[in-house]
């Protein structure tokens, strides 16, 4: 089965611009998450949508950012305006219940580098 | 306030050697602790994970060891090989019904030379 895909794999933009991820999980996987690795620091959770639903959005730094998830299936993440702290790597990971864990697989990251 | 403190930032050994990383956490109501790896350019994959009513879990040349007591769990690689080298992150989650967010630790980038 194909893995999650994210879109870009990287990006530069300016301080004031907008930017969109896109990700796109393993057909199938109802959950969705998006997470942020800032540089030499841990991989920090963003949000998490069951399905098109928010379930948790604990995570997301401001409202700067906003996320989606049209019908259930990718969900796109928009920096706007962006400044130069949301610079990092964006993963996105989507899961499955598997023996009651859901065990969750990453994308391969978008690279943000803010200017 | 970190939950998850890992240590070492980044580890170096011989190979053939025992690798160790370790990691430590805050809430005691963590009950799944999964370990990730990551090569460069790639998304973190899980590599193996414990739950708490175990002290110890083996799948191949990888072991954690789990102090439920001292909030306190390692990865160990045991006959370490240069394919190994990569970025490892233990992480913790609270398995509540759709929401399992993970608490991931700063990451060990381990180089194992030949």
């Known amino acids: 089965e194909a893995g999650v895909t994210q879109f870009p794999s990287h990006s530069v933009i300016e301080k004031g611009q907008t930017v969109t991820l896109r990700c796109d999980p393993i057909?199938?996987?109802?959950?969705l998450y998006w997470y942020r690795r800032v540089m030499g620091k841990e991989i920090k959770f963003l949000l998490h949508?069951?399905?098109?639903?928010?379930?948790?959005e604990s995570g997301m730094p401001n409202n700067r950012f906003l996320a989606e998830r049209t019908g259930g299936t990718y969900s796109t993440l928009k920096v706007q305006p962006a400044e130069l702290e949301d610079s990092g790597v964006y993963f996105c990971?989507?899961?499955?219940?598997?023996?009651?864990?859901?065990?969750?697989?990453f994308g391969p990251g978008t690279r943000l580098t803010v200017t | 306030q970190q939950q998850v403190k890992q240590s070492p930032q980044s580890l170096i050994v011989q190979k053939g050697g025992i690798s160790i990383i370790n990691c430590a956490y805050e809430?005691?109501?963590?009950?799944?602790f999964p370990w990730y790896q990551q090569f460069p350019g790639k998304g973190p994959a899980l590599l193996i994970a414990?739950?708490?009513?175990?002290s110890e879990k083996k799948e191949g040349r990888f072991t954690i060891s789990f102090n439920k007591s001292a909030k306190q769990f390692s990865l160990h690689i045991m006959d370490s090989q240069p394919g190994d080298s990569a970025t490892y992150f233990c992480?913790?989650?609270?398995?509540?019904?759709?929401?399992?967010?993970?608490?991931f630790g700063t990451g060990t980038r381990l180089q194992v030379f030949p």
């Open positions: 057909s199938g996987h109802d959950n």
């Open positions: 414990i739950r708490p009513d175990v």
């Open positions: 992480a913790a989650t609270l398995l509540l019904v759709n929401t399992d967010k993970l608490i």
């Open positions: 809430n005691t109501a963590f009950d799944y």
């Open positions: 949508f069951v399905k098109e639903s928010k379930q948790d």
């Open positions: 990971a989507s899961s499955r219940r598997v023996n009651s864990v859901y065990e969750q697989y």
